[in-house]
Nanobody
Framework: QVQLVESGGGLVQAGGSLKLSCAASGSYFRINAVGWYRQAPGKQRELVAS???????NYADSVRGRFTISRGNAINTVYLQMSSLKPEDTAVYYC???????????????WGQGTQVTVSS
């Protein structure tokens, strides 16, 4: 299994910055990619940014230029640097890892418990 723990959420004023962290642990063969998702009250969960094991990144249009996804030495630690935050960025932010438990296993997604980000106007 893969356990994901997010941290770094909190309350910040509009225009401020926060850095989220996602740490993966457990027994797995490989993490292929990690994504940050968010879900605001009454809205569907949406992809914010993702990074592959080779370092390729992808961003939602709404955050491109303001958010940066990166990883540590290995993809088992992934960060989301959020700058120029807006009230509409308020949501619970979730980390998702696409991983394989064994060399012949099918990849599947694993979710963290989420961390609240609140941006005040």
């Amino acid at each position: 299994q893969v356990q994901l723990v997010e941290s770094g959420g909190g309350l910040v004023q509009a225009g401020g910055s926060l850095k989220l962290s996602c740490a993966a642990s457990g027994s797995y063969f490989r993490i292929n990619a990690v994504g940050w998702y968010r879900q605001a009250p009454g809205k569907q969960r949406e992809l914010v940014a993702s990074i592959t094991s080779s370092g390729s990144t992808n961003y939602a249009d709404s955050v491109r230029g303001r958010f940066t996804i990166s990883r540590g030495n290995a993809i088992n630690t992934v960060y989301l640097q959020m700058s120029s935050l807006k009230p509409e960025d308020t949501a619970v932010y979730y980390c998702n890892a696409d991983a394989r438990l064994g060399p012949l296993s099918t990849s599947r997604g694993y979710w963290g418990q989420g961390t609240q980000v609140t941006v005040s106007s």
